[in-house]
């Protein structure tokens, strides 16, 4: 069996992508829509509308989808989540694309015995929150985020080369290109896999958009969401179809003059 394996948080999830219904029901902003990380109803719809199953219904017919995305997760979780799926026993081929979170969330395991959508907790750097201000002062440094963040994405290509998928990254929100020479661990990581380089999908959904320029909270007032963009800040429907399309056309055609790989001199 071919699959589409797609790892990462809300925006592999499918976070923002219901039908107009929903937004009717939240008075336009699916913040004030009151669900549980495991509504069914809810869930399903955003799989269907996600950027993994597009991928697969538009271009990818003889592939499953499989979306391993669940909404707030760090790069530490959407990775480790893998061990927790009922992956197909026999893979034949295909893709694992990992769709990266912001570098600064820490996910340890939540300990409810793998019950429920989220096998994990989330740690974000926000020293205001009670609850993150130890993570914050005591634990979170911008190293450690970043090596993090390094490890995951090496974590998941070994995983798809044993598994003899194609490994593809690409961000989400936040560019870590500025970690392509960073110590000895990004030697590690075939950089040509990355898809987005010198943008992230946020980027490129708000420039669709005309909402370059525009800042999170003037993003959130809006009354209703733009045909690429929610006022949640997660992408629409339409939103996930142009995610869908751009990794089509990025596998498709790669960038025929890609960064040069970083040379590194090994501390090891």
Known sequence: MKVIIGLGDSWTQGEGGLPQEYFDKAGGNLINLDRDDDDLEILKHEHENSWVNQLTKKYFRDHKPINLGVRGYGNIGAVKNLYYSKL?????????????????????????????????????????????????????????????TLLSIIE??????????????????????????????????????????????????????????????????????????????????????????????????PDPTPKPKPIIKSII
């Open 88 to 148: 197909p026993k026999k893979i034949t081929g295909g893709k694992l694309i990992f769709c990266l979170s912001g570098r600064d969330r820490f996910d340890y395991p939540s300990g409810l015995n793998n019950e429920g959508l989220r096998k994990f907790k989330t740690f974000y750097p926000q020293v205001s929150v009670p609850q993150f201000q130890w993570y914050c002062e005591e634990m979170w440094n911008e190293n450690a985020a970043n090596e993090w």
């Open 156 to 253: 998941a290509q070994n995983f798809a080369r044993l598994h003899q998928l194609d490994f593809h990254f690409l961000y989400a929100f936040d560019n870590i290109s500025d970690m392509e020479d960073y110590h000895n661990l990004s030697r590690h990581i075939d950089w040509y896999s990355c898809l987005t380089r010198d943008t992230t999908l946020l980027d490129l959904i708000l420039e669709k958009d005309d909402l370059v320029g525009w800042d999170n909270q003037r993003l959130v007032d809006r009354p209703q969401p733009s045909k690429h963009f929610t006022n949640c800040l997660h992408p629409t429907i339409d939103g996930y179809t142009l995610i869908a399309d751009y990794i089509y056309e990025h596998i498709k055609e």
